[in-house]
């Protein structure tokens, strides 16, 4: 593997001393995809802008006229709409749909001088906690190609750990950008529900989702966390709330005294592998040490979680998903004269979409159906309002919440892919903050003894990006 510069600063400072060049960059991160192309990373790949658009940024460097994001190269999840760019959201349903419009995410990266490389493999339509949901194949981990890097942001945690480019913008429904960045040794920001606009990312289950950012850097989280962050007319879900300087913020000094970390006792409990205990608690007695103030606090609703992420997720789901129908996007089946239209419909989704989101579509159709909805949908939803009331409280004795980001390092490939209530599982420590909305960032804090990263997840009050971002920083 060429090695690449793994922040911006790094990047800025060595192209300023002419020690690199952006084109030299772009070089490296493209020979980095090439030789390791049995990682599977990418769906896409835009060797020639890169290339194109790296001269043009060099020169503004150079110029000192440069954008925020001048230096960075991005990947993007292929769920999130580049112009002119195919976007088969790792589905046969759409492996042949060019975007036709930049998500805003996108467009305000571009804006600051951000190049992007290329598109990457995912779990389709975003479901999935191993990346082995692709249509166009499975994602396997940098650090151990028979391990899954995790899902469903597979392709980008890994795009980002492989030196194939700095950062990744993927997408959060349930950990999805938190599960691969612990999987592969990296930092993955899940916002605030409406911090970024999700105009232009496809749609899963739309009251959970939200785009996220894989770096290797924190303070390129922050940077690029500004540059995307905020309202927008085109997303009304997004949030008018003003957007602080991450960046700088992140860069004021700490007193551990003013801070506390609620250690929440139920994530320690079933199901995790030794030493993701060891590693995380001996990292909260290391804080208390320091002098941060480290208090148990409870989240009793724990056990519902997985049940009710799933039920509500899969019931959004199986109403966006009704879109793909042959009509308007993508796949459509190929038709005998004497095929009605709803042979047509059948036809294209039972061949277009994959085993696991045909199995949420059922799912979620089942709990909205009438009869079932109240028993199911309904009992769900105030499930979701109570595991909501458990983060009130438990914040309301401390300002952050440390735990394991999640119950295993990187699983064998096909390990789990038999049995989805325990793929499900490992989703336990993640989902929550979807569930209620908040912000939380994983960091790597170790490794196992095969080696595999082992992430620390942090998660704050609602639009206490700066915060999660800024502790992450110090205790790294
Ligand atoms: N693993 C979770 C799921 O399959 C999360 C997915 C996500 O965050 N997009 O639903």
Redesign the pocket.
């Known amino acids: 593997m060429k090695p690449v510069p793994r922040s911006l600063s790094e990047i800025r400072d060595l192209i300023k001393e002419g020690k690199i060049t952006l084109p030299n960059l772009i070089n490296s991160c493209l020979e980095n995809i090439k030789s390791q192309k049995d990682l599977n990373a990418f769906i896409s790949v835009f060797e020639k802008d890169a290339m194109q658009n790296a001269e043009i940024v060099q020169k503004k460097i150079i110029g000192g006229k440069a954008g925020k994001l001048a230096g960075l190269v991005i990947s993007v999840k292929d769920v999130i709409s580049v112009k002119d760019r195919l976007m088969t959201c790792g589905s046969k349903m759409l492996s042949n749909y060019t975007a036709p419009y930049n998500a805003t995410a996108i467009e305000r990266i571009l804006k600051e001088d951000a190049i992007i490389i290329g598109k990457t493999n995912c779990d389709e339509f ?4 191993s990346n082995e949901n692709s249509y166009f194949g499975a994602v396997r981990n940098p650090f151990d190609s028979k391990r899954v890097p995790g ?2 942001s597979g392709g980008s945690a890994v795009s980002v750990a492989a030196g194939m480019c700095t950062a990744s913008l993927g ?6 950008v938190r599960q691969p960045a612990s999987f592969c040794g990296i930092t993955g920001l899940k916002v605030t529900y409406g911090r970024i606009s999700r105009y232009g990312l496809t749609a ?1 289950a739309s009251s959970f989702d939200s785009i996220g950012i894989l770096a290797n850097d924190i303070n390129d989280t922050a940077e690029i966390l500004n540059c995307i962050s905020g309202y927008d007319e085109n997303d009304i879900t997004s949030s008018k709330k003003p957007v602080r300087d991450y960046y700088k913020e992140i860069q004021k000094e700490i007193n551990p005294k003013d801070i506390i970390i609620g250690y929440a006792k139920e994530a320690f409990e079933t199901g995790i592998q030794d030493e993701i205990r060891e590693t995380i608690l001996l990292k909260l007695e290391e804080l208390s040490k320091r002098g941060y103030r480290v208090k148990e606090i409870s989240l009793p609703n724990t056990d519902y979680i997985i049940p009710v992420y799933y039920i509500l ?1 899969s019931a959004e789901c199986s109403s966006n998903l009704s879109r793909y129908d042959g009509v308007r996007y993508g796949y459509r089946a190929e038709l005998e004269a004497t095929d009605g239209i709803e042979e047509m419909y059948t036809r294209t989704r039972s061949e277009g979409f994959g085993e696991e989101v045909k199995r949420r579509i059922m799912l979620g159709t089942y709990v909205l159906s009438s009869g079932y909805y109240e028993q199911y949908y309904k009992k769900a939803q105030k499930a979701r309002q109570l595991i909501i009331k458990d983060f009130g409280n438990a914040f309301k004795k401390a300002d952050y919440i440390i735990t394991p980001t999640t119950p295993t390092t990187a699983f064998k490939i096909s390990e789990k892919t038999d049995n989805p209530l325990e793929m499900y599982m490992s ?1 336990i420590l993640t989902v929550s903050a979807n569930l209620a909305g908040l912000p939380a960032v994983s960091i790597p804090a170790g490794k196992d003894k095969n080696g595999l990263p082992v992430g620390l997840q942090i998660t704050g009050k609602k639009f206490d990006e700066a915060g999660i971002l800024r502790l992450a920083k110090y205790i790294l």
């Open positions: 975003a479901m999935g906690s899902g469903s997408s959060d429904t349930g950990g999805s899963f997720t989703d």
